[in-house]
């Protein structure tokens, strides 16, 4: 078992594996144009040739990163592929320098193991501008943030701001 970059030619079976965990919530549901769109953020788990998990890692900027769509094909869990899979993107964040890696979920025990610890969404202004500022379960939000790494001083807010906009710590 060893994880790889994801090539376009993944995009199909990386979007299967992600819709098998998003009609109940555990995972973000990811349109195959979404995928495509960013596959050079993605890796995949391979074993015997045949692709049986995936995992992404979004790059917000030195401080700050965030590990996406992690998951593992039913029939080859418990069998440290997930763990892989956070290491491998751990390791990627790490050669970008990047200084906070954050993560929402609705697993926290799993990433709690691999030494994340729970975090206020609101210390990840970035994430919150992105994804969540869009959400219809922003009022009543059910994963829980967590981070790994110091939390971050600044967010980069996109467009029509882009505004660094430091934080109080
Ligand atoms: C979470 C998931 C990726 C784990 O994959 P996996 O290949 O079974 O994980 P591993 O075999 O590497 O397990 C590593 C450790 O985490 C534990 N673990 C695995 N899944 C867990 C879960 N859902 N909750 C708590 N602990 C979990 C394992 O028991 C193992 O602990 P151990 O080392 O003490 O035995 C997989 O269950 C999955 O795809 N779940 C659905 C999608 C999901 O929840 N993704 C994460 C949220 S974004």
């Known amino acids: 078992m ?3 970059e994801a090539l376009l030619p993944d995009a199909e079976r990386i979007h299967e594996l992600i819709c098998s965990y998003s009609p109940d919530g555990t995972l973000l549901p990811r349109s195959l144009a979404e995928i495509c769109e960013n596959v050079r953020d993605f890796i995949v788990l391979e074993e015997a040739g045949q692709i049986i998990g995936c995992g992404a ?3 917000y900027g030195t401080h ?3 590990i996406r769509s992690i998951t593992v ?3 080859f869990q418990k069998r440290g592929g997930g763990e892989l899979l956070v290491q491998s993107l751990m390791s990627q964040a790490h050669k970008h320098q990047v200084s906070c890696i954050c993560l929402f979920t609705r697993a926290p025990q799993f990433f709690a193991k691999l030494g994340f610890d729970v975090a206020q969404r609101e210390d990840l202004p970035d994430k919150i501008n992105k994804d969540c500022c869009v959400c219809p379960r922003y009022h009543n939000c059910d994963e ?3 981070v790994k ?4 001083r600044f ?5 029509p701001a882009n505004w660094l906009v430091k934080l109080q710590v």
């Open 2 to 4: 060893h994880t790889r």
């Open 155 to 159: 967010a980069i807010l996109p467009e």
């Open 73 to 75: 094909d039913r029939a």
């Open 64 to 66: 700050l990163a965030e």
């Open 149 to 152: 790494g110091e939390l971050p």
């Open 57 to 59: 890692l979004h790059l």
């Open 144 to 146: 829980v943030a967590m």
